[in-house]
């Protein structure tokens, strides 16, 4: 007897405990939380890892609900909220937790999200009462009960996930990776569903996708080809490669226009969302091609005083695309982020290239150095023709 009257108080105690800790899972409906909190719908939101569980009173036109994510890192942040007037994150009315310095309790606070570059902790629209934050075993979740308009029944739903929070106080900004920046949808609360707009989503990244393919093939591909294709054919097909020099570079130029306009077209749709290192090589890029497609018009003749100084800066110009467009090709694949294998292929690409550059160069000098000028009545021509003092052509260098 006295062994049951120990143990029942303990198997009580242990059962609790139980209750009271809750059970997650990656789909929201086996997730279970403590306190008796129970829900009538939940959903997996598409992107980030994240989960809504609700409760809609329509007849007071209240909404409680559960926010589960799991933060970028363990001492980050997640976040939901209400976009009443639009889609995307400006304008949302958002509620954001966090640890607190030191441990694994957790805070949540109000946030007015005004613009990119303007976050404010204040009062939000709506009221918001039984405003709580917990954290178990990784993943973060908010509770809140929230009063919306009357008749409110669908609502634009905006979350997100951070890395870091600044000072103990402030959440730090988050990736702009794919998955972020499509971290909203369109919440039903009578029918418990979500709204997303698949197609609009497949849209954007399409978008992106094709803006990357059209950069690559034109700045990344076509432009170096072209250049080989002046430098190294010349020796053996004068002058059918000058002709085959612009069809790769003009064809470069209105791919790479096409790509242009849709990273315009993209900046557009994505307000407030900047890749500034990209952006301004990519407007560098069409700016230097530009010009060297008008320089073809401005051309002087072979033998005039000025073809010297054209050489220069066609040269110049056109090498320094070359660079400018490889790296502007590795930074676009760092923000898209498609799978390792595309990387993986460009570099191939560009070794298999660098590899056919160095052997040309070197048969291109051995057919240079081993003929005697007039000899095969083929000319070796630098700079269209030049000779050197000596009456002989000089060597090529371009």
Request: one cysteine or more.
């Amino acid at each position: 007897m006295a062994l049951f009257q120990t143990l029942i108080p303990a198997l009580c105690t242990l059962s609790l405990l139980f209750q009271i800790q809750p059970s997650y899972s990656a789909t929201c409906t086996s997730q279970k939380f403590g306190r008796n909190r129970i829900f009538q719908h939940c959903n997996d939101l598409p992107q980030l890892n994240s989960h809504i569980h609700w409760t809609y009173d329509s007849s007071n036109s209240v909404l409680s609900l559960a926010f589960a994510a799991f933060p970028a890192r363990p001492d980050g942040w997640i976040a939901w909220g209400i976009n009443p007037n639009g889609t995307g994150m400006i304008g949302t009315q958002a509620l954001i937790a966090f640890k607190k310095p030191g441990g694994d309790s957790m805070i949540v606070k109000t946030f007015r999200l005004n613009s990119y570059k303007s976050v404010e902790q204040a009062e939000i629209m709506y009221d918001v009462s039984r405003l709580e934050a917990e954290y178990h075993r990784g993943l973060m979740m908010i509770f809140a009960t929230i009063n919306l308009p009357n008749g409110m029944t669908t609502l634009n739903q905006v979350w997100q996930v951070g890395a870091s929070v600044m000072n103990g106080t402030f959440p730090a900004i988050h990736a702009f990776q794919p998955e972020n920046l499509s971290s909203k949808d369109k919440l039903d609360l009578r029918k418990g569903q979500s709204l997303t707009s698949t197609s609009q989503e497949n849209s954007g990244l399409r978008s992106k996708q094709i803006h990357g393919a059209l950069n690559t093939v034109s700045w990344g591909m076509l432009f170096p080809i072209g250049i080989m294709m002046a430098r190294y054919l010349r020796t053996f097909a004068d002058p059918a490669w000058f002709y085959v020099h612009i069809s790769c570079q003009m064809s470069s130029y209105i791919v790479g226009v096409a790509g242009w306009a849709t990273g315009l077209k993209l900046g557009s749709q994505s307000k407030g969302v900047e890749y500034t290192i990209h952006r301004d090589f990519g407007i560098t890029l069409f700016c230097l091609a530009t010009l060297q497609i008008l320089a073809l018009f401005l051309r002087p003749k072979r033998d005039h005083k000025y073809r010297f100084y054209w050489n220069i800066y066609h040269h110049g110009v056109g090498y320094g695309v070359l660079v400018l467009g490889i790296i502007n090709v590795f930074k676009g694949l760092e923000m898209l982020d498609p799978p390792k294998k595309w990387k993986l292929a460009y570099i191939f690409f560009l070794a298999v290239l660098g590899g056919i550059a160095i052997s040309l160069e070197v048969i291109t000098w051995i057919v240079i150095l081993r003929r005697k000028p007039g000899k095969s009545g083929i000319s070796i021509k630098l700079y269209d023709g030049q000779k050197d003092s000596n009456g002989g052509q000089q060597p090529l260098t371009s």
